[in-house]
């Protein structure tokens, strides 16, 4: 348990941090103009929490910790980013497919950024990991 702590925390820190730049400095206005009426004013903040904790215990179990167990940061981020690329190709290509409105452009740049932040976030969990188990 508590070497799934020491990449839990990290991992969700990153991520939260990248995603909150992502989302409120760098794409927020850009998602607006996409996606108009379909966004809410203010998100709901229960499922988004969920989402969240339930995502970095796959970016963890999936990426971090095999990749600590192999001592292989470039297993860490791989595994990682490939399940960035798994889950949010999932939802965007889904979107893209059925909603009306949900612009090609969206899909792709959010795809990409799922996959990258995911990456980046496992990537961190494996570093502080490390660091404190060793």
């Known amino acids: ?71 292989s940061l470039r297993r860490a981020a791989g595994y990682s980013a490939l399940l960035g690329l798994m889950a949010y190709g999932t939802y965007d290509l889904t979107n893209w497919a059925t909603l009306q409105g949900w612009p090609s452009q969206l899909a792709l740049v959010d795809w990409a950024w799922g996959t990258f932040a995911s990456g980046v976030a496992g990537a961190v969990g494996y570093w502080v990991s490390r660091r404190f188990s060793a």
Do not use: E, N
Not at 21 to 46: E, H, K, N, Q, S
Not at 47 to 55: M, S
């Open 1 to 71: 348990m508590k070497r799934f702590l020491s990449a839990y925390l990290p991992t969700l820190l990153a991520f939260l941090v990248l995603d909150g730049l992502w989302l409120g400095v760098l794409m927020g206005p850009t998602y607006r103009d996409w996606l108009g009426p379909l966004m809410l004013a203010r998100p709901v903040i229960f499922p988004a929490v969920l989402f969240y904790l339930i995502y970095i215990v796959g970016i963890v179990l999936i990426g971090v910790l095999p990749g600590v167990g192999r001592g």
